[in-house]
């Protein structure tokens, strides 16, 4: 089974394409092919993660764009002076150059993060998936005032996977976690990215936080299409974690974390040594 006919599968009967149904209701009458229909949730997923960091990524943009702006500056004073030393003016063009090169590489993780691939499996460290993302997760919990931190176990075995959709699914547990502590006093949030292998020879990422954590009645339904507990949620974040999990033969999962929050996960198979 593809991840497309998973999250078919996953979906309540009375939201399937058919009779009864609001589709049928719409006028249409067979359901989207299955590739098509992953793809096109994978993007709706992915664009609205990125249109929630958007605050995140003004800012981080904000901070080279301003120092171009200064250097550019400083160049024209210099200019206009008449004893200006070539020195001075070559490190202040460096500079540019340098910001410059900053702004691009956010831009050019952005247009990876968005753009829509073709999935392909390949042998990948979770952990350099998780430091690519790093930037902008640390940015987007800054501008929330939530204290972000990693601990990667060192020398995991290697994983099978779509690099795109791993680091998707780290994006939606973070985001789920910033939304949760949204509520929480000014400086308080606390977000732990954490790495390891389990006995069972899975390697496990997780992220906890320290809000309120997911009530009871919320959990059976938590990983289920559409359903969310935010009230402007798509309903897709954590159930395309689900999906992507489960195409790539492992799982994820919930445990309440202590003393308080929430923590979720995936297993991922390891790699054949």
Do not use: W
């Not at 308080?188 to 990215?193: E, K």
């Amino acid at each position: 089974m593809n991840t497309a006919e998973m999250i078919i599968e996953d979906l309540p009967p009375a939201d399937l394409p058919g009779a009864g149904s609001p589709f049928a209701s719409a006028g249409l009458t067979a359901p989207e092919p299955p590739a098509a229909l992953h793809g096109r949730l994978l993007n709706v997923s992915r664009m609205a993660t990125i249109g929630e960091m958007a605050a995140g990524v003004a800012h981080e943009l904000n901070q080279p764009l301003t120092a171009i702006a200064n250097y550019a500056h400083a160049c024209e004073r210099l200019l206009s002076r008449p004893q200006t030393a070539p020195a001075d003016l070559c490190e202040a063009l460096r500079q540019i150059t340098v910001q410059t090169t900053r702004a691009a590489d956010i831009l050019r993780r952005l247009r990876a993060l968005a753009r829509s691939q073709r999935a392909e499996h390949a042998p990948a460290s979770i952990n350099a998936l998780v430091t690519e993302v790093q930037e902008l997760l640390q940015t987007d919990a800054l501008v929330h005032g939530v204290r972000l931190t990693l601990e990667l176990a060192p020398h995991l075995p290697e994983v099978l996977v779509d690099p795109g959709q791993i680091q998707q699914v780290i994006l939606n547990l973070v985001r789920n976690s910033l939304d949760a502590l949204t509520d929480r006093p000014a400086r308080g949030g606390r977000i732990t990215i954490r790495s390891l292998l389990t006995p069972e020879g899975e390697v496990k990422l997780s992220v906890s936080d320290n809000g309120p954590g997911v009530a009871d009645e919320a959990m059976k339904r938590i990983f289920d299409p559409f359903f969310s507990t935010k009230e402007n949620g798509t309903g897709l974040g954590l159930a395309i974690t689900h999906t992507i999990a489960r195409a790539h033969g492992g799982s994820v999962g919930y445990r309440p974390n202590v003393p308080n929050g929430a923590c979720f996960y995936i297993l991922l198979p390891t790699q054949p040594r």
